[in-house]
C-alpha cells in the first residue's frame, strides 16, 4: 500500500481528533463530537477501502457504537466486511491488509468477516455479535448486498430469545461489577446506570423493530417527554464524561479512576470559594445523578419492552383488591391516578409488594404513575398518620426490608420522607476506609443485617445469626442500620447529632419509650465496639470493664455486636476477616461473662492463662523451678496482654533459656491466611522499626503488631502480616524460609534493611488523602509514661519510620497496638519518655511524626 497515503491519512485524522476535541471543549455537547469524529472516521475508513476493494462484490459497514455513530476519542472501530462470495487467499489477504492499513492510520479496527450466511450463522450462535450486528451502518462497497445481509439478520432474530438475553447479560455485567455504580472509582460504561445500561434499552427496542432513537420512542408513548428528557440529559452527562476520561488519559480510559477524577475535576469551571475537593465531589455528584436516573427510568422502560415481547400471549391476572390486581409478578393499580388523588397508596402499594412473594415489581405504567406522585410528597403527607405507620411497619415485618429500602432510596423516596436521608445520597466519604456513598453504605449494611436474621444464611456467620434468630426486637436493629450514619456529612459528630434524628423518628413513629432508647444508644454508641476491640488491649480486664461500663446490658451487648458485625461487612469487603472477627468475637464473650455477673479480674486472667502454660510446661517436661525463672523474666503484665494461645506458643520457645533469643513463623490461629511471627531478643534502640523494614522488604502487610518489653529487659515483639495478594502456597513457603533467614540474621547482629526509597501509597490514598491525626496523652497514675496515638493513610514502610522517629527523640517503646484496614492506619503505642513533660518536646515529636505520615 501506498505509505505516502498511510501517513497522509493519519496526519489528517489527528487533526480530525484534534479539531473534534477543540470544539467539544468549547460546550462539552458530546453529540457535537460524536458527528464530527464518526464523520471523520468514516472519511478514513472508506478512503482506505477504496485501496484494497476497488471492484465489486463485497461491501464495509459500521457496527456497534461506531454504527449508531457513538464514537469516542480511543474506543474501537467495529465494522462488518461482508463477501458475496466465500474469500478466496488473495481476498483474505486484503482483508488482513486493510485491517493493517487501519491500524497504522490511528485506529483500531476490530473486523468480522465473511459471507451473509456466515456472519447470520455468527449472530445466531453469540448475542454479543448478534448486537453489533443490529447496529449495522452501510459505509461503502455493494449497498445490495449490504441491505440483503442487514434483512437476514432481521429475519432470523428471535426478539423474545433476544430481550431475554439482554437483560441476564445486564444482571451479570452488574454481578460482576458488585454494584460497581456505586463505588467510588465505577466504569462509567459498564457500571449500574452507566452508558450500557441505556444501550441495552434502545438494543431491546431495536431488536423489536422500532426505530431506537429516542424521540421514536417517544412517539410510540414508550417514554414521556420528562422520561425522554431525562434521559437525553443522563446519556449527555455520562458520554461527556467518558469522552473527558478518553482524551485525559490520551487512551481508551472508561474507569473514573482517582487519578483521572482529579484531573477532570480541574477542567471544571471555577465556582467561588471551592477548591479541588468541592469540584471532584461535583464531578462525583453529576455522574451519580445521571447514573441514577438510568437506574429510575430502566425500571420502567426495560418492563415495558420485555412486556411487548409478550403481549400476544395470554396473561395471568388476578384480583388483589377494588384499587390492585396482579399480572405475572406484577402489581398493577386498577385506576393511574389513584396515587395522586390519595396519597397513603404510596406506601400501600410498597407494602402489598414487600408482604406479598409472589410480586417482585410494580408494573411499568403503575410505577410511572407511582413515582410521578412521590415527587409531591411533603410535610402534610409525614404527618399523616397513616404514612407513618406503614413506614416503620416496613421495618417490623423485616421481610424483603432491603428490596423496600433500595426501592425507595432509588426513586427518591427516602429522601422526600426522611429530609436528614437526603443530605447523605451520593456523600462520598473520605476516609480510607468506605468504597460507598453514605446511603449505599448505609442500605448495605442494612442487608448484611437482614441476612443474619434469614436462615438460607446462617452458614455465613453462624454465631451472630444465632443472636439475631434469638433477639427480641430486629426492627430497632434495622432502624438502627438506617441511622447510624445518617448524620454523616454535617461537619460535628455523626454519631451523636445522629440520636437527634433518631430520637424524633422514634417519637413520630409510635415506638415504646424502651425500644427509643436502645435505637438512640446504638446511634450514638455504634463505632464502640470496632473501635474498643481493634484499638484498645482487650486482653486487658480494664479495658474490658470499662466497656462494659458503657454497654451496661446483655440486651445491649448482642445488639452493639450484630451492628459492628454488619456496619463493618457493608465499609468494604476487605475489612473483614477471620481476624477481625475472632477480636470481636472476644470481646463480646469477654464482655458478656463481665455483664452476667461473672467479670475477670487481672489477677483471675493472669492465674487462668499462667495455669494453662504451666501445664503445658510442665508436659514438655520442664520443672518447678524453670517455671518460676520463666514467670519472673516475663513480668506479670506479660499474662494480661496476651492470649493463651499466644502464651503456649512463646512460652514453648522461651522455657528453655530465658536469655536465648529466637524468631517463630507460623498460620494465624485466627486467620490461616494470615502469618503470625514472633521475634524475641535483648532490648535495644531499633529493634521494632528493624523487624518493621524486614516484613515491608518481603512485601508484607502488617494488619497488627504488639511490641513488648519482658521484666528482664527483652523485646517479644508480635506481628500478624498479610502475604502479598494472590500469592499461592509454593509462594508463602518461600516467603517463609525468606523471610526466617533474615529475622534469624537480625538475631544475631545484622542490620535491617535501609528505608525503601519509593514510598508511595495507594492511588486512593494520594488522591482523597485523610489528614494525620496524632493524640498524646499522659498515663495519670504513671509519671513518664504516654499513650501515643495516629491516624494517617496507610503504606509500606509507615509503621518502621514511626519506630524510628521514636528512636530519634530517645522514646522507649514499651508496647504498641497496631490496627491497618487497607488503606488506613489508626495505631497506639504506650511510652516511656518523661522529657515529654516538656511542651516543646510534644511539639517537636509531633512535627516529625506529621513529616512521615503526611502522603
Not at 508484607?700 to 502480616?721: M, N
Not at 502475604?723 to 499461592?728: A, I, K, L, Q, V
Amino acid at each position: 500500500m501506498n505509505t505516502d497515503f498511510v501517513s497522509d491519512t493519519a496526519a489528517r485524522l489527528r487533526r480530525q481528533k484534534q479539531q473534534a476535541a477543540d470544539a467539544y471543549a468549547l460546550r462539552r455537547r458530546p453529540e457535537g463530537f460524536f458527528s464530527r469524529w464518526a464523520l471523520a472516521v468514516d472519511q478514513a475508513v472508506c478512503c482506505a477501502w477504496a485501496h484494497f476493494f476497488p471492484d465489486g462484490g463485497s461491501c464495509l459497514l459500521a457496527a456497534g457504537g461506531y454504527g449508531r455513530g457513538e464514537v469516542y476519542p480511543f474506543s474501537d472501530t467495529d465494522l462488518v466486511l461482508v463477501c458475496a462470495e466465500a474469500p478466496d487467499e488473495a481476498q483474505q489477504e486484503r482483508i488482513a491488509d486493510l485491517v493493517q492499513a487501519l491500524w497504522d492510520i490511528g485506529l483500531a479496527p476490530a473486523v468480522k468477516s465473511g459471507t451473509a450466511a456466515e456472519l447470520c450463522a455468527a449472530a445466531r450462535d453469540d448475542l454479543t455479535a448478534d448486537t453489533a450486528f443490529l447496529e449495522a451502518r452501510f459505509l461503502c462497497g455493494d449497498k445490495a448486498l449490504s441491505e440483503k445481509f442487514i434483512s437476514a439478520l432481521d429475519a432470523q432474530r428471535n426478539p423474545a430469545a433476544f430481550v431475554e438475553g439482554k437483560l441476564l447479560e445486564m444482571r451479570q455485567r452488574h454481578g460482576r461489577q458488585q454494584g460497581a455504580g456505586a463505588l467510588l472509582e465505577p466504569n462509567v460504561k459498564t457500571c449500574p446506570g452507566g452508558l450500557r445500561d441505556i444501550h441495552t434499552m434502545l438494543w431491546l427496542a431495536k431488536a423489536q423493530g422500532l426505530d431506537a432513537g429516542i424521540a421514536a420512542l417517544l412517539r410510540r408513548r414508550i417514554l414521556t417527554r420528562a422520561e425522554a428528557a431525562l434521559l437525553v440529559r443522563s446519556h449527555r452527562n455520562l458520554a461527556a464524561i467518558r469522552i473527558d476520561l478518553h482524551l485525559a488519559a490520551g487512551r481508551e480510559e472508561d474507569r473514573l479512576v482517582f487519578d483521572l477524577q482529579n484531573r477532570l475535576a480541574d477542567g471544571m469551571p471555577d465556582a467561588p470559594g471551592r477548591g479541588r475537593l468541592k469540584k471532584n465531589e461535583r464531578l462525583m455528584s453529576g455522574f451519580y445523578r445521571a447514573a441514577k436516573a438510568v437506574k429510575q427510568l430502566n425500571g420502567i422502560i426495560l418492563p415495558m419492552l420485555r412486556g411487548r415481547v409478550y403481549s400476544p400471549l395470554p396473561r395471568i391476572v388476578r384480583d388483589i383488591d377494588a384499587d390492585y390486581y396482579q399480572i405475572g409478578n406484577q402489581l398493577a393499580v386498577r385506576d393511574k391516578n389513584l396515587f395522586g388523588r390519595q396519597p397513603e397508596h404510596i406506601f400501600r402499594a410498597v407494602e402489598i409488594l414487600q408482604t406479598r412473594s409472589d410480586l417482585s415489581e410494580l408494573a411499568p405504567k403503575t410505577l410511572r404513575a407511582w413515582w410521578a406522585a412521590t415527587r409531591h410528597i411533603d410535610a402534610a403527607f409525614y404527618a399523616d398518620e397513616t404514612n407513618r405507620r406503614r413506614f416503620i411497619g416496613f421495618f417490623r415485618y423485616g421481610s424483603g426490608l432491603t428490596h423496600t429500602m433500595r426501592f425507595l432510596n432509588l426513586y427518591g423516596v427516602l429522601g422526600r420522607y426522611l429530609p436528614a436521608w437526603e443530605n447523605i445520597v451520593g456523600l462520598l466519604q473520605h476516609d480510607l476506609f468506605h468504597i460507598y456513598p453514605v446511603d449505599d453504605h448505609i442500605l448495605t449494611v442494612l442487608r448484611n443485617m437482614r441476612r443474619l436474621a434469614m436462615e438460607q444464611h446462617l452458614h455465613e456467620l453462624p454465631f451472630a445469626s444465632s443472636l439475631m434468630h434469638a433477639f427480641a426486637k430486629p426492627y430497632v436493629l434495622y432502624l438502627a442500620t438506617l441511622f447510624h450514619d445518617i448524620a454523616k456529612g454535617r461537619g460535628g459528630d455523626h454519631s451523636r447529632e445522629g440520636v437527634a434524628d433518631a430520637r424524633r423518628f422514634a417519637a413520630d413513629h409510635f415506638m415504646s419509650s424502651e425500644d427509643a432508647e436502645l435505637l438512640c444508644w446504638l446511634v450514638e454508641n455504634h463505632l464502640l465496639m470496632s473501635l474498643t476491640a481493634q484499638k484498645e488491649d482487650i486482653q486487658d480486664p480494664e479495658v474490658v470493664a470499662r466497656f462494659c461500663r458503657r454497654v451496661q446490658t446483655a440486651e445491649r451487648l448482642s445488639a452493639l455486636y450484630l451492628l459492628t458485625v454488619a456496619d463493618i461487612r457493608g465499609t468494604n469487603p476487605k475489612l473483614w476477616n477471620s481476624w477481625k472477627a475472632g477480636l470481636l468475637h472476644t470481646l463480646f464473650q469477654t464482655a458478656s461473662r463481665h455483664l452476667s455477673g461473672n467479670p475477670d479480674s487481672r489477677e483471675a486472667v493472669t492465674g487462668r492463662r499462667q495455669s494453662a502454660a504451666a501445664a503445658a510446661l510442665a508436659q514438655a517436661g520442664y520443672d518447678e523451678k524453670q517455671r518460676r525463672r520463666l514467670w519472673k523474666a516475663l513480668g506479670e503484665a506479660y499474662f494480661v496482654r496476651h492470649q493463651e494461645s499466644e502464651i503456649l506458643w512463646h512460652t514453648a520457645a522461651v522455657a528453655a533459656d530465658p536469655e536465648a533469643p529466637f524468631a517463630r513463623i507460623r498460620p494465624h490461629p485466627a486467620d490461616p491466611g494470615m502469618l503470625q511471627i514472633a521475634a524475641y531478643l535483648p532490648n535495644a534502640h531499633g529493634i521494632f522499626s528493624g523487624l518493621c523494614r524486614i516484613l515491608a522488604r518481603h512485601n508484607l502487610d502488617i494488619a497488627a503488631a504488639r511490641a513488648f518489653v519482658t521484666d528482664h529487659d527483652f523485646v517479644l515483639d508480635t506481628f500478624a502480616v498479610r502475604p502479598p495478594e494472590g500469592s499461592t502456597d509454593a509462594d508463602r513457603g518461600r516467603i517463609e524460609a525468606a523471610l526466617m533467614h533474615d529475622l534469624t540474621a537480625f538475631l544475631h547482629g545484622s542490620p535491617a534493611p535501609a528505608p525503601a526509597a519509593g514510598r508511595i501509597p495507594s492511588r486512593r490514598a494520594r488522591h482523597l488523602p485523610i489528614a494525620p491525626l496524632i493524640d498524646i496523652q499522659a498515663e495519670e497514675e504513671q509519671p513518664g509514661w504516654y499513650t501515643l496515638t495516629l491516624t494517617a493513610v496507610n503504606r509500606p514502610g509507615l509503621l518502621a519510620d514511626t519506630a524510628d522517629i521514636f528512636n530519634r527523640h530517645a522514646i522507649s517503646l514499651r508496647y504498641a497496638k497496631i490496627n491497618t484496614s487497607d488503606e488506613r492506619a489508626e495505631d497506639s503505642f504506650l511510652l516511656y519518655a518523661p522529657q515529654l513533660a516538656d511542651p516543646n518536646r510534644q511539639v517537636a515529636l509531633k512535627k516529625d511524626l506529621r513529616g512521615v505520615l503526611a502522603v
